[in-house]
T-cell receptor, first 113, second 112 residues
Framework: GENVEQHPSTLSVQEGDSAVIKCTYS??????FPWYKQELGKGPQLIID?????GEKKDQRIAVTLNKTAKHFSLHITETQPEDSAVYFC????????????FGSGTQLTVLP | DTAVSQTPKYLVTQMGNDKSIKCEQN?????MYWYKQDSKKFLKIMFS???????INETVPNRFSPKSPDKAHLNLHINSLELGDSAVYFC???????????FGQGTRLTVV
């Protein structure tokens, strides 16, 4: 089955700096890669996603890049704010949808004021 | 107006007991899921279910069983609870063939 590795496990940045979280996946047939943000005491929430036919996608301060050849994808957050502090999960899916998502191990992002 | 709601939010119970966690979604979604999040925050799918098929993660013990009385509900039944079952359990739903999964707020299960 699919295996997703995520790094780093913890990340601290100063407010206003950029944060980058990286994930690799094992199954080259995976075709859908979402990123979820989990705030304390809440369930994960989708923040951005990318399909395998696209190399980059951006939504305001958040961007995701995908390298299919190397089987890795990354989340980029620019101009970080304290409210960006949360656990971020990458995931991969073979079905092109939310079904059968395999999640990475999560990154605790802390934005220091 | 909660989209995906789970009850209870906290559940403390003794080893060997049988318990259920309820999940309801008012989004009209076709597919519902149960995920387990362990103490290291690792999220793992347990079940994926719509009115046509149930997909079970083969690593889930058969003490766990999902039951869906209707399209809007997917409850999780756990028999003979063990200490290792302690975790946060998340229910989620998504529209058919859509990409976003909507998660509930989780149920923190503690087995003592």
């Amino acid at each position: 089955g699919e295996n997703v590795e995520q790094h780093p496990s913890t990340l601290s940045v100063q407010e206003g700096d950029s944060a980058v979280i990286k994930c690799t996946y094992s199954d080259s047939a995976s075709n859908y890669f979402p990123w979820y943000k989990q705030e304390l005491g809440k369930g994960p929430q989708l923040i951005i996603d990318i399909r395998s036919n696209v190399g980059e996608k951006k939504d305001q301060r958040i961007a995701v890049t995908l390298n299919k050849t190397a089987k890795h994808f990354s989340l980029h957050i620019t101009e970080t704010q304290p409210e960006d502090s949360a656990v971020y999960f990458c995931a991969a899916s073979l079905s092109g949808s939310a079904r059968q998502l395999t999640f990475g191990s999560g990154t605790q992002l802390t934005v220091l004021p | 107006d909660t989209a995906v709601s789970q009850t209870p939010k906290y559940l403390v119970t003794q080893m060997g007991n049988d318990k259920s966690i309820k999940c309801e979604q008012n989004l009209g979604h076709d597919t519902m899921y149960w995920y387990k999040q362990d103490s290291k925050k690792f999220l793992k799918i347990m079940f994926s279910y719509n009115n046509k098929e149930l997909i079970i993660n083969e690593t889930v013990p058969n003490r766990f069983s999902p039951k869906s009385p209707d399209k809007a509900h997917l409850n999780l039944h756990i028999n003979s609870l063990e200490l290792g079952d302690s975790a946060v359990y998340f229910c989620a739903s998504s529209p058919h063939s859509n990409t976003e999964a909507f998660f509930g707020q989780g149920t923190r299960l503690t087995v003592v």
